[in-house]
């Protein structure tokens, strides 16, 4: 079992930054990422990366959002630059681990991001 403790979110200005942290107990994970919910919309992807360093991002945050991690601690970052109040939102960790060919996805409690004046 693999748990995902989250911080970070909080209250922002339009323009500012924030950076959301995620921490995953257990084994090695293979995906990590952040997804990110608004109300009244589904819960849609913000940025993935994999365990050797490849990742993705959703279009609306391309160039202002950057992933990363730290594989010995088995943490994934987000920081968030030029928040838009577009952005505000619940935002999910999540992480995929493979065994034996077999996926196991998990999901944090999730963090509130608020971009507003």
């Known amino acids: 079992q693999v748990q995902l403790v989250e911080s970070g979110g909080g209250l922002v200005q339009p323009g500012g930054s924030l950076r959301l942290s995620c921490a995953a107990s257990?084994?090695?994970?293979?995906?990590m990422g952040w997804y990110r919910q608004a109300p009244g919309k589904e819960r849609e992807l913000v940025a993935t990366?994999?365990?050797?360093?490849?990742?993705n991002y959703a279009d609306s945050v391309k160039g202002r959002f950057a992933i990363s991690r730290d594989n010995a601690k088995n943490t994934v970052y987000l920081q968030m630059n030029s928040l838009k109040p577009e952005d505000t939102a619940v935002y999910y960790c999540?992480?995929?681990?493979?065994?034996?060919?077999?996926?196991?996805?998990?999901w944090g409690q999730g963090t509130q991001v608020t971009v507003s004046s």
């Open positions: 990366e994999t365990l050797d360093g490849v990742t």
């Open positions: 999540n992480a995929t681990r493979i065994r034996f060919g077999v996926l196991y996805n998990y």
């Open positions: 257990g084994d090695i994970i293979n995906l």
